[in-house]
């Protein structure tokens, strides 16, 4: 943020006010789910009864008589409930734990899997929601969705995959729905992650306005774009530089991203097959190992990305490796030349960031005490020496690699597109007050800049997550967006006077 930008002056902000709408907002939220969580007890109820006569094939159409809607909203209500009564999940939403958009998440999820691994899964998510409910962790029904999805992975990575296999090929179709007003929606329905990932990349990139005079609001472009590249009238891929189309590019039905960028962040060994930690497609979420693989098997350009114990991102290298499409040997022999490079040089700022922490006095004293290990990026705010305003190449690498979404709580705006629909790298602290250090700077989408800039304040924790204070005072964590299992802490090993190493590259 600029010098001289204003702040919301929080004298004329009606402080107590505020607080009071919230409070009554939040109660009255509190008692829908409850609420809602009493629906489904009756409507299980309703089942039972007419179960006892030999009617519970009647329980939905009844449902809906009584609700006054649909009979496709009244199924789904008793599916959700069935489901939600065999894990244990009724009472505490009942308690006001679990909300009506996150029951459906859970039913939706979990009720495709056998009774042991629902109830497990389901304990673990409970435990989750209450040491968020402790520290004010705002999990929308898209991130609960991603969480229960990489447990999934993680806990059945055979049974996810044959469930996402099953269903991409029971539920396959491209449908037209008319709208009362003559349009039509055109919907593709079950398609691969990555393939959808790519097409909304591959609209976007050729949804820019073609010029000044381009007054078409961003959903018309993005509309006529996707009508425009599958009717070919624009060529594919074309180069904005050089005007060339080159021909031949990728061959039928290869597999996405061919033609096109989706980004995956992924650890080494779950891209070796030594691990089962699920890959994350950017703006999508975790994919299983079959999805990874046909992605890594379609020409993939590898980056290698260093990752502090908690899994945030510390260093980025310049080298790139393409092992080429369809080649699982020299895929493999790419992982292993990248498993087995140096690790970044703690010594030199130019492997992690363009502005290092000063060394305390007593790293200065002593040449021969190690650096501290830890994320280097998250160093403490620099008093001086700010330098220019704009973010280097490799500091916008390692942000894009840190944080691939907006890290306001609950937002998916994916920061990190290749076109202008993405996100502001916002300073923490306002520049020049703060510095243009990766320690103090963090992408935002326009909305949430333009809402930070209004008297909000952040504080980016060791472990990735980040504290948002309203003006208020009031609070909320935007959690770290690489979850991970903590890795075994690794001493630097030192190597010459004054230089240490990282053993391993995480």
Known sequence: MPAGQGVLATSILGVGELDRIGDRMEARERDRSVHHAEQLADA???????????????????????LGCSEHRAEMLLSDAKVLDRIGALEPMRAGLLTVEQSRVVADLLGVVEDELGLRLWERLRDRL??????????????????????????????????????????????????????VDLVTRSLPAADAQACVDRIEEHAQPFGPEDQR?????????????LLGRTALPFDPD?????TGCCPPGSTAPCGANVFVHVRLDSALGESSDPADLVGHGPIDAAALQDILLADPVLHLVWTDSNGVPMAVDDRTWRPGR???????????????GPPPDTTHPRHLDDHQPAPSPADAADPARPPKTGPRVLCRPHLADTGAYRPTERQKRLLRARAPRCEWPGCGRRASRAVAAGCDLDHDRPWPFGPTCACNLG????????????????HRRADGSIRWTSPTGRSWTS????PRQATRRVKPLRVAPGVWRLPTAA
């Not at 009864?49 to 809906?64: E, F, H, I, N, Y």
């Not at 699982?328 to 498993?339: G, Q, S, V, Y």
């Not at 989408?445 to 333009?450: A, D, G, L, P, T």
């Not at 959690?479 to 690489?482: A, F, I, P, V």
């Open 217 to 229: 609001p961003a959903g018309v472009r993005r509309r006529d774009a996707a009508r425009d590249l």
């Open 479 to 482: 959690l770290n967006q690489h």
């Open 130 to 183: 209450e040491l968020d409910k402790a520290d004010g962790v705002l999990r929308p029904p898209a991130r609960l969705r991603e969480l229960l999805q990489r447990w999934l992975i993680e806990s059945d990575p055979q049974g996810h995959a044959a469930r996402r296999k099953e269903a991409a090929e029971a539920d396959a179709d491209v449908e037209l729905w008319k709208q009362d007003n003559g349009l």
């Open 44 to 66: 299980l109820a309703v089942h039972r009864t007419l179960k006892v006569a030999g009617m519970d094939l009647s329980a939905g159409p009844q449902l809906a008589l009584f």
């Open 443 to 458: 992408p935002l989408c326009r909305r949430h800049h333009r809402i930070k800039q209004l008297g909000w304040i952040k």
């Open 242 to 246: 050089t005007g060339e189309v080159p």
């Open 326 to 340: 369809g080649d699982p040997t020299a895929l493999h022999e790419a992982l292993r030349d990248i498993a087995t």
